[in-house]
């Protein structure tokens, strides 16, 4: 692009920019409706950068978030030779031998690329996803003018409140992953893979032998996006006996089932799901019904303070719908142990045990500048006494989540990259459910999967299922003792500890301290199995032998250990008033 080019974009960025007091604005959060307004002027760029932003609610107030999720693209199409032109640059075909049929105009333009329908020469029905001649550099060389004009955000007092930089480092490693197409087809055939066997939910099917860095080829979807539904009016029936109101629950509903069973099943989550990027297909009563009736069996019980059930080949109809996603440029992992940490983050909130949560939200964070444990645990805990005495109902998750990361930022604790992506997630998802069913409460509703999650790691084959969260708690913090233990070594380890002593009599010290810390293990594991047995016991479901049993066994076992120590501990006593 000329310079000249540079400098008129330029001068219209600045212009923009000043007329809307953005950078003011956004440090300050305040009039977010003027910065939509200037990124919906600016462009395609500024669109999706507001996009973006949109769902930084550990960066940016609710308010602020909920107006930029209002932004539209209203992006001019590309004109049929362009868009002809980059495919067979793509693909290394003509067009006439890749499809028998391509719609000339397009059915959708965003701010990246465009969608045509299209047919294979096998006659299957496509969607074809095409760049925008020349978006790269335009976004390219919108990013550099925004880099070059951030100094003006020094002029501005609160401008140390966030990280402009920072954040567009991160926008722009965002932007140049949703740029590779390639990427985006391998995210999509993992997505699929991990879905597509869930009558509800469908996930296109994509042609990797048809797709490059700037085009993309995947199965057509039916259905209307979420969109439509949001703003359908409630008392309008939409089949027989089902209104829009009850079709936005169950729609809202499985939204949460499938998000859920993406994070703590796959470890592998749709981290935009905004309403453009999930179609809603109605099905017909022949459509809605089950291949074969399954057999059903239900286990219940109680672990702790949770009752749970779990349920093998639940036989239920389906519901009258299936939700297709669409767009996986922006997708998220989770591994095994960070799932297990989330979880004990959303049971710790629902437990309101304070300090059980500090524990939790530490465990996912990693020490970024110096750090006082003391100071965390107050700022933490004033936030969470007048915030969790509201009824679980009332628990604003995403506002205690955004909140928790500010305390973790302003005590030199980064969060999880993978936590921190689930969290914008999250935040979208929120949204969304928010506009279709404004009484259901996530939190409500993501606790018991937590605990779900909880439980299903617990069984025979692993660490005896259904031995109760405390239980399960114990067992995993007997190798680490403490924090404070972890977090000592660990400043050896780095060699930032120094430690001065002159002892006397060093071994024998030194094997009393070890005979110390053998006694305080044998007693915590004692502790654990008298604990975990009496939960076995009093929370077995009824009829169930074996877990009533295996708490029994424990119970022995306990009783024998103490009575071998207590023994031990007499003759050693013995020994040593016969030698003196």
Known sequence: MKEQSKTARLRQIIKIINHYNVVKNITQQKEPENVRKAFEELGPTFIKVGQMMSVRTDIFTLAFTKELRKLQDDVKTD???????????QLGLPLTELFASFDEQPFASASIAQAHHARLKN???????????????????????????????????????????????????????????QKELSLAEEFYRLNNGWKEIRVPKMEPAYSAKKVIVMELMPGTNLKGLIN?????IVQADLSYKEL??????????????????????????????????????????????LKTKTKQGKVGAFPYEISYGKNEKLRPFRLNFIDFGMMGTINREMQAKMSNVIIAIYSKDNQRITNAVHAICKQIGSFEEEKFTDELDDFL??????????????????QVVII??????????????????????????????????????????????????????????????????????????????????????????????????QRTLLERAE??????????????????????????????????????????????????????????????????
């Open 248 to 293: 936005k629950r169950t729609v809202s509903e499985l939204l949460i089932d499938h998000f859920m069973k993406e994070v703590f099943e796959d470890g592998f989550f749709h981290a935009d799901p905004h309403p453009g990027n999930i179609l809603l297909q109605l099905l017909s009563p022949s459509e809605n019904q089950q291949d074969q009736p």
């Open 123 to 181: 006659e299957q029905a496509v969607v074809v996803k095409v760049q925008h001649p020349g978006i790269a550099a335009e976004i390219e060389l919108d990013l550099s003018l925004f880099e070059k004009a951030l100094p003006i955000a020094n002029w501005v007092p609160e401008s140390k409140v966030i990280d402009l930089k920072n954040i567009l480092k991160e926008i722009r490693e965002s932007l140049q992953n949703e740029l590779d197409f």
């Open 385 to 402: 006494n007048r915030y969790l005495n509201l009824p679980v109902k009332e628990i604003d998750l995403q506002k205690v989540f955004s």
């Open 232 to 236: 359908a009016p409630d008392d309008q």
């Open 515 to 580: 005979a110390m810390v053998n006694r305080l293990v044998i007693g915590l594991i004692l502790s654990a199995l008298v604990i975990g047995s009496s939960i076995l016991v009093q929370t077995s479901p009824t009829g169930d032998t074996l877990i009533s049993d295996l708490g029994i066994f424990g119970y022995s076992v306990a009783a024998l250990s103490i009575l071998f120590l207590v023994l031990e501990s007499l003759y050693r006593r013995y020994r040593k008033w016969k030698d003196h």
């Open 79 to 89: 004109d049929f030779a362009s868009v002809k032109k980059l495919v067979e640059e």
């Open 408 to 505: 973790c930022h302003d005590n030199n604790l980064q969060i999880d990259d993978s936590v921190t992506m689930l969290i914008k997630a999250f935040g979208t998802l929120e949204g969304v459910i928010e506009d279709l069913n404004p009484d259901l409460s996530l939190f409500e509703v993501v606790a018991p999967f937590a605990q779900k999650y909880f439980i299903q790691q617990l069984n025979l084959k692993n660490e005896l299922q259904g031995t109760g969260l405390d239980y399960l708690s114990t067992l995993k913090a007997l190798p680490k003792l403490s924090s404070h233990a972890l977090n000592v070594l660990d400043t050896f380890a780095k060699g930032k500890g120094k430690l001065n002593l002159e002892l006397k009599n």
